[in-house]
Each structure stands twice: as structure tokens, then as C-alpha cells.
């Protein structure tokens, strides 16, 4: 029988909670701004949610579905956002959003995905792009954070 050791990983914010205050001070403003420019807070939490599932961030998944749950969000519509394009259960401004924050989220694939970013604005204003792209930099970057960091995520 063998035994695996887990590394030890490096908690960034512990290590240096003077740059993760700065990252929480952005994510506090970058809710802020996308709820004044006119984006509910389902369709924030929505964002969050969808980036994290396409990252595989167990930490932020559960931290923002009960976010979502706590204001309202119907299990129905988180059951069934990974495949959001499928339904009929997100308006024309969400779907923008959501599209939106894939794209952004897998901007890697950007130079392959031509007319992506085009199509997924179709229905925001400049100030909600900014508000979204916004949102998932920030949501993108605490992804990492969890991930690189390897929380734990128990029941």
C-alpha cells in the first residue's frame, strides 16, 4: 500500500493580505458598478457561477450558488446554467452576460472565436460590458486564488 503526501500549497492572501484586501476592494466595487449600471443581482451571481464552473472552482461554486440561492435564484435555472444556450430560462441581457464572461473566461481560445465578443454584446451597454468583463477578472482571479491555493471544499 502506498501513501501520497499532498503538498503544502502557499495561501496567497495569508502570505500577502495586503494585495488580497486590494482584490476584495475590487470585487466589492466591481459589484457595485455592474448593480448601478443596471445588472441584477441574480445576473451578478450568475457570472460569478458560470466562470468558476468552467474554471472547476469548488471553493467559489459553493460560495456563490448559496449567494445566489440566499437572494432568490431558482434551483431550476442554477441546475441548468452550464448549458444555458439550451434553454429558455435566461433573458436576452443574461445570455449576453453569460456569453460574455465564457468568452472572457477562455480568452485563450479568443483568436479562434472571431465574432464571439460581437455577438455577446448585442444586448448590454458599454458601461454593463465594462461591468461584466469587470466582474469576470475579478470572480477569474479569486478562481486561482482557490485553485492554485487548493482550499478545501467539504461538506
Not at 441581457?93 to 480568452?107: D, F, H, P
Request: contains cysteine; proline residues 4%.
Amino acid at each position: 500500500m502506498t501513501t501520497t503526501s499532498k503538498t503544502l500549497r502557499t495561501n496567497v492572501g495569508s502570505k500577502h493580505p495586503e494585495l488580497y484586501r486590494a482584490l476584495t476592494a475590487v470585487a466589492v466595487q466591481t459589484d457595485k458598478t455592474a448593480l448601478a449600471e443596471g445588472l441584477s443581482p441574480l445576473l451578478i451571481e450568475l457570472v460569478k457561477i458560470r466562470a468558476s464552473q468552467i474554471n472547476g472552482c469548488a471553493f467559489c461554486l459553493r460560495l456563490h450558488t448559496k449567494d445566489s440561492l440566499a437572494k432568490g435564484e431558482s434551483p431550476e435555472r442554477l441546475s441548468v446554467l452550464p448549458a444555458w444556450r439550451e434553454s429558455m430560462y435566461f433573458d436576452e441581457q443574461e445570455r449576453s452576460a453569460l456569453a460574455l464572461a465564457e468568452y472572457i473566461t477562455t480568452i485563450q481560445d479568443s483568436h479562434i472565436n472571431t465574432g464571439v465578443y460581437e455577438s455577446a454584446v448585442a444586448h448590454l451597454t458599454p458601461g454593463q460590458v465594462s461591468a461584466v468583463t469587470w466582474l469576470t477578472m475579478a470572480i477569474n482571479t479569486y478562481n486561482r486564488i482557490a485553485i492554485s491555493g487548493a482550499y478545501t471544499v467539504a461538506p
